[in-house]
Structure formats: C-alpha cells, structure tokens
C-alpha cells in the first residue's frame, strides 16, 4: 500500500508540474522579463498618457550615466609622387543612409598646373573626382562613398606620375549620428555632453569638421540624423550656410548652437525666428535657446532630435535571393505593374506546350511516326520561345519603364522647388547613366543590389554605368531643391474662384483657402483655366495619396498634411514631377505628385 501511495504521489506531483509547464495546452504562459520590463509593468502609465510623459521618461533614461562618443578621424598621408602631395582622413563615421562623405586634401608644390583624378574602389565600384590644381595650390576636396561602402582604396592618378594607393576603413557604429561643425570644445561647451565611458552605451556618435573646409554638396549631409552648428555664425562661409538652408528644408534636422542675430537672413522659411524647435520646409530647425538654462542642458534636445529623425523618403529594396517573389524588402509591394512577370499568361503557355508535346506528341508518333515527333518537338519549342521574346519586344518593348510618385514645396519668394521623390524602375535594354545637380541627392535602398558601378562627384553626380540594369526593378529615392517657376494664379469671379494652372503639369484636382474659405480645385491641363468651387470639409489629398507610395515617405508626408492657411494651395498633379531625373524619357506608366504653395493673385 505504501509503495501505490508513493506511486500516486509522483504521479499527482508530475501532473501537476506539467500542467505548469509553459507551453503546454492548459499550462502557464511564459514571459521572459528583464528589471526594466518588470519596472514598465508595475509603473505603466495609462493608455492615454500624453506624450509629454513619454519625453520625460525619455529624458530620465538619457541622462542615466550617458554622454557621447567621438569618431576619432586620423590624417593618413600618401607616399610622396612627384610634385603631389595628398592626405586622407579616415575612420569617418558612416551616415544611416546616403553617402559618406571623406575629406581628401591634395597638395601640388610643383610650379606647373596639374590635372588630379582622386578615386575610390570598393567592391567592384568607383567613386571618383576630377580636379585642376593651380601651382603650388593646396585644395580640400570631398569624395562621397555610398553608405553601404565601409572600406576601399584611394587612388590618385595625374598625367606623368605613378599611381598612388592607400587603403581605409570606415567607423560602422549603428546608433544616432551627428556631424558637427565644429570642434570637441565648442561641442562640449554647447551640449553638456561629455564622452562615455568605453562600455557605456552613448546618446550620439559625433563627426567633427572644419566649417571652413565643409562640404559643398547636399548629399555629404543628407545621410545624419542631425547636423549641429558649434561656431559662432560669423565662422562659416555664406556657401556653407546655403547648403545647410538646403538641407534643412529638404528634410534633415538642423542645431544651432548660437543662432544667427537675424535668423531669418539664412532661414527664410521661419515662422517664429526665436522658437527653440520651428519645422522647417520637409525638416526642422532647433535653436539653443532656453535650454541653456535648463537641466539637463541642450543634449538632451540634440538626442530627442537623432532619436525622431526617419528618412524623408525610403526606396523598397529587393527581397533576400532565397525569398524570390512578388514582394519587395519589409513585404511592399513594387510600384511598377510592368515589373511583375504575367504568371499566368506563362503557365497557360507553358501548359499547352506540355500537352502539345506530351499527348500531342503521342498521337503524332501513332500517325506519323517517330520521325514527325523528332521535328515536330523542337519546332514547337523554337515557335514557343519565339513567342516569349515577341511578348518581351511587343508588351515590354526597349523603352524605360517608370512610375513616380513626390511630394513637393514650391517657395514662390526664391522660385525654387523643395521635392522629394521616389522613382520605380523597369528597363527592358539597360540604362547606363543619369546625371543630378548637387543640390540634390539620389538615394538607393539601404541594401541596393547591383549598384551603380561608377559614382562621378566633378561637377554635382553622375551615375555611370548600370544606373539601371537590364529586366530588373529598381527603386530610387530624391530629394532636390531646383529652381522653378511653377506656380498657381487665382482671382475672384462670379460664382467662384478662377484659376490658372502654371504648374508645368496636369491639375488633377486639389484645395485652395481663399478669403478664409476652402475652394476645390478644377482638373485642369497645364496652362489652362477653370473655375474653382466652394468646398465643405478639409482638405483630402493625403488621403487619395497611393498607399503603397506613402509608405516610401515616412518623415515627409506630415509637411504636407497640416490645415491649410491663408492664400495657400495643395494641388495633385500628373506628369513627371519636379525631380532632376524627370527629363529622362520614360514611359511612364503611374504618377501622383503633391504641390504645397502659395497662390498668386492674378490682376484684373
């Protein structure tokens, strides 16, 4: 009896510890929790906390112990050749997205003029730039290596000389990345941020660079998540300062540690020229202000910056080579309907070319013979992929393919367009190049496949060589500021508003607030005129916005989507858009662009 009692009880007792056992049907539910998971579940806040309770919590976290960490640049010099003399800073800390931008200064102590062809190789790739040095000109010039490039060899090559090489490697750190012009001092004394400790978790990775010697163009700054302005505003060049502008409005996220007395003089756009956090255009623009006296100083608001940046615009990657399918990278669909393979159409061939050769080709052998199936088997197969290479050539054809989508800021005051935009691809023949000025920048997906094998940054970009290859999709992002003209006239008229679309484009519809009230746009072709009508409601061109496509703009959309104010507009417009690659001659098979402006009153 004993023995049976001791048998039930471990019975009873395994039942009942596998009745426990996470997993089990009927058992516990498991969770793996850490302190700080223990500390969100006892002190959660409600789900109606306001945002403000997420930023101070935030802040907390933030100032536990963390400071930043310094990407140290070290200058590598090159073994003299001749009368050339050049020196590279590397270790540069690569941007999320975009381009690395790397400093390169060259030195001709010759007393004759010099051609210098500087270029980097990487994977099969080229990134170059042409340069004419003066006698005895000493130069600092820029090379802007794509940010899924971490290392290569410079080369430099001039006329009469041996080529010279020198190999690099770039800083991969994956977290918030900031460029600051402006040294380690100037950073310090702006943010209260010191570096941390070497196994210490840091708010920002920072890049320091001379404001006298930054860089030129657009896309050296487009990739950071902030750029910070350490320096007084007298200590960087009016140029520079342009570029910034540019970059503000075109989507980054731009820190002025001292702001200019008259901010407005380099940022138009401002609406309160001494607000601490104003939107600017596609991006925004912070100010040391009040935070000064604040704790716990100005770092926390850089980090708070680095920490909301996204991407103005995401181009759709392939899927991995193991998952072919329809689907794009995160499971997007493509945008281009002429990417997709007729999966149907091909297995309708393919099945009645199986029963032409499989029952067919029997019934011929019993009353032909063998020989007729000999012929008649690779005839059909000749005739078939006739047929492919006829559907290729008459559907598909030897054009460009394209579907373009944007979202653009006419700023009517300095004629100009602030746009971005995201491309889809398809080329039957492939298409070797595009060139882009430098106040714009093109953006590949984050892991681009078979890219561009030559980068040209002489005079703005040139893409060089399969810009495009041969059957395949392909996806590109752009941001450019551009000059325009485009704009949109209106004036009063029985019954109405009467406007005129100067939009360069199709007006497919759209909102106008005139004297206080909502007016629908007409459709209307370029350059003609219609009559605007009173509209009930908000303005919804978000709203008809491709879904698919308004993914591809997660930081950009929200430019567009506030209410509208006095003597503004958004209008959809067909056509190609206002992006540099819009003179390329396509086929364009989709289009919806978004125009954001002011409207222009015309005279009776």
């Not at 059909?380 to 008459?394: D, E, F, Q, R, Y």
């Amino acid at each position: 009896m004993a023995s049976r009692a001791a048998l039930a009880g471990a019975v009873l007792l395994g039942t009942l510890l596998w009745t426990g056992l996470p997993g089990v049907p009927g058992g516990t539910v498991a969770f793996a929790t850490s302190p700080a998971m223990e500390a969100v579940e006892v002190a959660a806040p409600a789900p109606a906390a306001t945002a403000a309770v997420a930023v101070e919590e935030a802040r907390e976290k933030a100032t536990e112990g963390s400071g930043y960490r310094e990407v140290t640049e070290s200058a590598e010099t090159f073994p003299d050749h001749g009368d050339l003399k050049a020196t590279l800073r590397a270790v540069t800390l690569v941007p999320n997205r975009g381009y690395t931008p790397l400093q390169v200064t060259v030195h001709n102590t010759g007393g004759q003029p010099r051609p210098v062809r500087l270029s980097i190789h990487s994977q099969g790739r080229v990134v170059e730039r042409s340069l004419q040095l003066a006698p005895r000109e000493r130069t600092v010039t820029w090379l802007l290596l794509p940010a899924d490039l971490q290392s290569g060899t410079l080369q430099m090559d001039s006329p009469g000389m041996d080529t010279a090489a020198h190999g690099f490697y770039l800083d991969g750190y994956r977290g918030a990345r900031v460029m600051v012009l402006g040294d380690v001092k100037a950073f310090e004394k702006a943010t209260g941020l010191s570096r941390t400790a070497e196994n210490t978790e840091p708010l920002v990775a920072t890049r320091f660079v001379e404001p006298r010697i930054a860089p030129r163009e657009l896309a050296a700054y487009a990739g950071y998540d902030a750029v910070l302005v350490a320096v007084p505003p007298d200590q960087v060049p009016d140029d520079v300062w342009a570029v910034l502008e540019t970059f503000a409005v075109s989507g980054g996220r731009l820190v002025l540690d001292q702001p200019p007395a008259n901010p407005r003089l380099r940022f138009p756009l401002l609406q309160d020229p001494r607000a601490e956090l104003s939107p600017y255009g596609f991006g925004f623009v912070r100010q040391f202000r009040e935070c000064r006296t604040q704790t716990p100083g100005c770092g926390i608001h850089l980090w708070e910056d680095t920490e909301r940046a996204s991407a103005v615009v995401v181009p759709a990657g392939p899927p991995p080579r193991w998952e072919r399918n329809d689907l794009l990278s995160d499971g997007r669909l493509p945008l281009l309907g002429s990417a997709r393979a007729p999966v149907g159409r091909f297995l309708l061939l393919i099945f009645l070319f199986s029963l032409a050769v499989g029952p067919g080709g029997w019934m011929l052998a019993r009353r032909k013979g063998p020989l007729a199936v000999l012929i008649a088997v690779p005839t059909l197969a000749a005739l078939t992929c006739l047929g492919l290479v006829a559907w290729s050539v008459l559907v598909d054809g030897f054009s460009v393919h394209a579907a373009r989508y944007s979202l653009t800021l006419l700023d009517r005051e300095r004629s100009r367009a602030v746009t971005v935009g995201l491309n889809a691809w398809y080329a039957n023949l492939a298409e070797d190049g595009v060139r882009m000025p430098a106040s714009s920048v093109l953006l590949a997906s984050t892991a681009p496949e078979d890219p561009p094998r030559l980068l040209d940054w002489t005079n703005g970009l040139a893409v060089k060589n399969s810009f495009l290859p041969s059957r395949s999709y392909r996806e590109w992002g752009e941001v450019a500021v551009i000059p325009s003209r485009a704009r949109l006239t209106a004036r009063k008229a029985d019954g109405g508003v009467q406007v005129q679309n100067a939009l360069g484009a199709p007006l497919q519809g759209g909102t106008l607030k005139l004297d206080g009230q909502l007016w629908t746009l007409p459709e209307l072709a370029d350059g003609a005129e219609g009559l605007a009508t009173p509209r009930d409601g908000e303005d919804d061109s978000l709203a008809v916005f491709h879904d698919e496509a308004r993914r591809r703009f997660p930081g950009a959309v929200t430019a567009l989507g506030d209410a509208l104010a006095e003597g503004t507009f958004v209008a959809r417009l067909g056509g190609r858009g206002f992006t540099p690659t819009a003179v390329m001659d396509v086929e364009l098979e989709a289009a919806q662009h978004l125009v954001r402006g002011q409207v222009e009153e015309a005279r009776r």
